[in-house]
C-alpha cells in the first residue's frame, strides 16, 4: 500500500523490460505479481507528474495484465469503456516513457484513441459504448471468418447507461463469441464478494461444469420439464450468491463475482472462459484507487488528480478563482431556500458539476440519475408537467446524448426546465470527445428555447437566475475552469431575455461577445476604438442592439467559443439577411476540424481566439 505519490521515477526492472504485449505473455505467471506493483508505482508517479485520471486505473491494474497475458493483443480486440481506466492498458502497450506527455500538448490522449496505438481498438469519450463496439467486432470477425476474440471491459458505472444493456441484449440474440468484463469497483452493481463467490466463479468457468451443463442441457431438453427444472435449479443457486441472474436471463453465461484484485484467480478463471462459444460475461469486485491509500479511503476526490506542482514559497501566494461550476452550485442552493419547487437533476456528474452541496441541504430535492442523459432530460419534463421547476446540470458533450428528448419530451410541450450547460466551448487536456464545441448550433435550431452565454463569473449567477424565472425551456452555457475573478453578487436578480449590454463604445468596428472571451475582446475593443458589446444571449438575439450598429460601423466581428458552423454568428448573419441590413461581417469560432487536447490557452492561441489572434482577423479583414 502506497501512501504518497512518488517524486522521482520508481525502479521498475520488469515492467520497462515490456515494449509489447508479446513480452508480458513471454513471462512467467509467478513474475505477473511483481508486475503488477511495478505497473501501480509507476502509474502513481506517471499521473503525478501530468495529472489525469487516477483511481479508476489504479484499480484495474490486475485486469489489464490479465487481459493482455492471455489475449493475443492487438489482434484479439480488448474494448475499454469509461476511457480513463486504461491508463494501465498504455503502459503495457508501448507507451510508458510516452506517459509523461500524458494530455499535455502534442503527447498522449487521456482516452483510447485508434490514431495513437494499434492497441486503442476504439476510441472512448462518452461512457457505455464498448459492448456495442466489441459486439461489432466480433460480428465482423465472424463475417470475415476470422478467430479473432472481442473483449468489452465495462464499469466504473458505464453499466448504468441505458446503451449498455441495449447492446447486451443484442448480442445475446446474435450470440456472438464475446466476452463482456464488468468492473464493478462499488460504482456499479454489487458489493458481494468473498471465498464462496471466488469458489463458484471458478466452478462455474470450469470445463468440466460446461459440459456438464452442455451434456445435461442435450439429455434433458428431451424432457421438458426436467430440462425446466433443472435449469431453475441451476438458476436459484446462482441468484443465491450473485446478481447473475439478470444476465443469465439476457442469454448471457454469467460468471462471478470474483475477486478483480486476485491475480492468480482472474487468469484461471479467464483461460476457462476464453474459448467458451457465445457471449460471456465475467464480473469482478475491484476497488478505485487500489494501493493507494488516500484514493482507497477517498475514490471520488481521487477520481481524478492534478499535476504535482513545486512547492510555492511565502512570497508566491496563488490567488484562488472561483470556477464556474462552484458558481452554479452555490447559485442552486440560494435558489432552492428561496423556491421550493426547485429539483435539480445530474447524469452522474454531480461533483463535477459543483452539486454536493446542494445534495447535502437539499437531499430530496436532488436526483442522480446515473450515467442516463436521455432518462435526466425526460425525468426533468415529467417533472415539470407536475408544476416543479427541474434544473438539469449537464456537460455540454453529455447533453447531445439526450438531444431527441430534448426535441421532443421538453421543448415540443414548452415545459419550464432550465439547463446548465458545464464544459461548453474547449475542455483543454480532455480534448475532442469532452469538448462542449456544438451547443449553440443544435439549441439555436430549436423552437421555444432560450440560450444564455455569460462572459464571467457575476454575468453566470445572473443569467441563471434570469433563465431559471424564464417559463420555459432555457439553457445557460459556461466554461470548464475558473473566470478571471469578478466576483458575482448574493442576490437573486434577473435581466430581461435577450437585452444585451454595452461594455464600450466606439467606431468603425463592433464586437459582438457571445461568452467568456469579453476580457480578451476588450483588449482588442480599447486597441482598435471599437465598439464592445455583451451580448448575454444568443437566443432571442437583442435585434435593437445589432441593428443600432448598422450605419455607425463599418465592421461587425462575432466571438465565441462554439463552432462556426450555426453558431452565434450564424445566428447574427442570419438577422442581417432577413432585415436587408448589409455590412460586412467577421465570424470568429471554432474551425471545422476536431481540436486535440492542450491547455485552455494554448489552444485558444492556436486558434485565433485569444486578444492576438482577435485583432491579427480584423487586421486582416479591413486589410490593415
Not at 495484465?65 to 492498458?89: E, S
Not at 462459444?277 to 488516500?294: A, N, V, Y
Not at 420555459?472 to 430581461?496: D, F, N, W
Not at 442581417?576 to 491547455?599: K, T
Amino acid at each position: 500500500m502506497y501512501e504518497e505519490i512518488p517524486q522521482n521515477r520508481p525502479s521498475t526492472p520488469l515492467l520497462d523490460s515490456i515494449e509489447s504485449t508479446s513480452d508480458l505473455r513471454a513471462l512467467d505467471e509467478r513474475q505477473l505479481i511483481i508486475l503488477a506493483d511495478e505497473l501501480r508505482h509507476y502509474l502513481l508517479y506517471s499521473v503525478g507528474q501530468t495529472g489525469g485520471h487516477f483511481g479508476a486505473g489504479l484499480g484495474v491494474v490486475e485486469l489489464t495484465i490479465a487481459l493482455h497475458f492471455l489475449y493475443d493483443t492487438p489482434y484479439d480486440r480488448v474494448v475499454w469503456d469509461v476511457g480513463h481506466q486504461a491508463y494501465p492498458h498504455k503502459i503495457l502497450t508501448g507507451r510508458r516513457d510516452a506517459m509523461l506527455s500524458m494530455r499535455q500538448e502534442g503527447g498522449l490522449s487521456g482516452f483510447p484513441k485508434r490514431s495513437e496505438s494499434e492497441y486503442d481498438t476504439f476510441g472512448v469519450g462518452h461512457s457505455s459504448t464498448s459492448i456495442g463496439a466489441a459486439q461489432g467486432m466480433a460480428m465482423a470477425a465472424r463475417l470475415k471468418g476470422e478467430c479473432r476474440r472481442a473483449v468489452a471491459v465495462i464499469g466504473d458505472g458505464a453499466m448504468t447507461a441505458g446503451m449498455a444493456f441495449e447492446a447486451l441484449a443484442h448480442a445475446a440474440h446474435t450470440k456472438e463469441n464475446m466476452m463482456v468484463v464488468l468492473n464493478d469497483n462499488n460504482m456499479s452493481i454489487s458489493k458481494n464478494v468473498g471465498g464462496l463467490a471466488n469458489y463458484f466463479a471458478k466452478v462455474w468457468s470450469s470445463k468440466t461444469y460446461i459440459a456438464l451443463r452442455e451434456g445435461s442441457r442435450k439429455v434433458l431438453s428431451k424432457i421438458p420439464q426436467a430440462w425446466e427444472l433443472a435449469r431453475k435449479t441451476e438458476e436459484h443457486v446462482k441468484g443465491m450468491i450473485s446478481p447473475g441472474t439478470l444476465f443469465e436471463e439476457l442469454g448471457f453465461n454469467y460468471v462471478g463475482p470474483l475477486d478483480g484484485h486476485d491475480l492468480p484467480s482472474l487468469i484461471s478463471t479467464m483461460r476457462n472462459m476464453r474459448d467458451l462459444e457465445g457471449p460471456q460475461l465475467l464480473h469482478i469486485i475491484t476497488k478505485k484507487g487500489k494501493g493507494f491509500g488516500p484514493a482507497e479511503r477517498d475514490p471520488i476526490g481521487y477520481h481524478a488528480l492534478t499535476k504535482i506542482e513545486p512547492k510555492r514559497t511565502l512570497s508566491e501566494p496563488k490567488v484562488k478563482k472561483l470556477k464556474f461550476q462552484d458558481i452554479f452550485g452555490q447559485w442552486l442552493c440560494d435558489s432552492a431556500a428561496q423556491d421550493q419547487k426547485l429539483v435539480a437533476i445530474t447524469p452522474a456528474m454531480s461533483e463535477g458539476s459543483g452539486m454536493l452541496k446542494f445534495a447535502d441541504q437539499f437531499p430530496d430535492r436532488f436526483f442522480d440519475v446515473a450515467i442516463a442523459e436521455q432518462h435526466a432530460v425526460t425525468l426533468a419534463a415529467g417533472l415539470a408537467c407536475e408544476s416543479l421547476k427541474p434544473v438539469v446540470a449537464i456537460y455540454s458533450t453529455f447533453l447531445q446524448r439526450g438531444y431527441d428528448q430534448l426535441i421532443h419530451d421538453v421543448a415540443i410541450q414548452d415545459l419550464d426546465v432550465t439547463f446548465a450547460i458545464d464544459r461548453a466551448g474547449l475542455v483543454g487536456e480532455d480534448g475532442a470527445t469532452h469538448a462542449g464545441a456544438y451547443d449553440l448550433s443544435y439549441l439555436r435550431c430549436i423552437p421555444n428555447m432560450v440560450i444564455a452565454v455569460p462572459s464571467d463569473e457575476a454575468e453566470t449567477r445572473l443569467l441563471l437566475e434570469s433563465a431559471y424565472q424564464y417559463q420555459g425551456p432555457a439553457a445557460v452555457r459556461y466554461p470548464r475552469g475558473a473566470g478571471t475573478g469578478v466576483s458575482p453578487g448574493e442576490q437573486l436578480e434577473i435581466v430581461p431575455v435577450g437585452r444585451a449590454r454595452t461594455v464600450r463604445e466606439g467606431s468603425d468596428v463592433a464586437i459582438l461577445c457571445f461568452g467568456t472571451l469579453l476580457a480578451e475582446c476588450l483588449d482588442v475593443a480599447n486597441s482598435l476604438n471599437a465598439t464592445l458589446i455583451d451580448m448575454r444571449w444568443v437566443k432571442p438575439l437583442d435585434a435593437a442592439a445589432i441593428e443600432a450598429l448598422i450605419g455607425t460601423h463599418e465592421l461587425l466581428v462575432t466571438v465565441e467559443v462554439n463552432a462556426i458552423a450555426g453558431g452565434a454568428g450564424s445566428a447574427v448573419s442570419e438577422h442581417l439577411n432577413q432585415q436587408g441590413m448589409p455590412i460586412d461581417l467577421l465570424q470568429l469560432g471554432l474551425p471545422d476540424r476536431y481540436e486535440d487536447h492542450a491547455p485552455q490557452a494554448v489552444q485558444l492561441q492556436k486558434l485565433g481566439l485569444d486578444s492576438q489572434g482577435i485583432r491579427a482577423a480584423i487586421d486582416a479583414r479591413l486589410k490593415r
